[in-house]
């Protein structure tokens, strides 16, 4: 259970700091504060529900396909955040590519170092001979 409420944590996070980073690079991308939090909660919850959907039916369909999986449902979930909450604003194609490729990059790289620095004092005292479960 403390598993699972930490990847839920670090997910949020990382997804928080993908959003941030492409709005910050990207001038037709723009994230409200006031809508910050519900942006950040549909983009995670969207990604938490479509990716292993998506991946089953590039199993099923096209597994030259299952690598881009990642690629899809980030665009998926950027528009479903665009289109429900008032928080995220994308226009124009180019963006759209961007906003895809700089979000999941940055997600990606969070999910590996947020542990690291978030359980850093968890990580250091556990046993070195002890296997993770």
């Not at 709005?23 to 037709?28: H, I, K, P």
């Not at 980030?74 to 963006?95: E, K, M, N, Q, Y």
């Amino acid at each position: 259970m403390i598993r699972l409420v930490a990847t839920v944590v670090v997910s949020l996070i990382a997804d928080a700091i993908a959003l941030v980073v492409a709005a910050q690079v990207l001038d037709d991308m723009a994230l409200d504060a006031s809508g910050f939090a519900l942006a950040v909660v549909l983009f995670a919850a969207t990604s938490l529900l479509l990716e292993p959907l998506l991946r089953q039916v590039a199993v099923r369909n096209a597994p030259a396909l299952l690598g881009s999986t990642a690629l899809v449902c980030t665009l998926v979930s950027l528009v479903v955040t665009a289109v429900v909450g008032d928080g995220l604003r994308i226009s124009g194609a180019l963006t759209w590519v961007l906003a895809t490729v700089i979000v999941w990059a940055v997600a990606v790289a969070a999910r590996l170092l947020l542990p690291l620095i978030i359980f850093k004092k968890v990580l250091a005292e556990r046993p070195a001979g002890r296997a993770t479960a």
